[in-house]
């Protein structure tokens, strides 16, 4: 079992930043990806951005050059840098860990991102 902790999220006006981490803990494999998903209202979960153990990234097209994720593997954290938000950004964020060893996706709980004047 895998427990990720999320943190960061709040109230931004429009071109603001906002920094998510995620710690993750319990059974840990040191072969990993990483990433968030957002839930928008009325829509359903997608990618944002994903980060293997060894450093790969992925991007949905919507972030591209506004969002950066990283990770620290000595602390098993996953971060989502956001920057230039928009109010199309608004969502529920949730950390994604995902285990190569059973293919198995662990989740959190989520943190509300709402991006408004």
């Known amino acids: 079992q895998v427990q990720l902790v999320e943190s960061g999220g709040g109230l931004v006006q429009p071109g603001g930043s906002l920094r998510l981490s995620c710690a993750a803990s319990?059974?840990?494999?040191?072969?990993?990806?990483m990433g968030w998903y957002r839930q928008r209202p009325g829509k359903e979960r997608e990618l944002v951005a994903d980060?293997?153990?060894?450093?790969?990234?992925n991007y949905a097209d919507s972030v591209k050059g506004r969002f950066t994720i990283s990770r620290d593997n000595a602390k098993n954290t996953v971060y989502l840098q956001m920057n230039s938000l928009k109010p199309e950004d608004t969502a529920v964020y949730y950390c994604?860990?995902?285990?190569?060893?059973?293919?198995?996706?662990?989740w959190g709980k989520g943190t509300l991102v709402t991006v408004s004047s």
């Open positions: 994604n860990y995902y285990d190569f060893r059973y293919a198995m996706n662990y």
């Open positions: 319990g059974s840990i494999f040191s072969i990993n990806a």
């Open positions: 980060i293997s153990s060894g450093g790969s990234t």
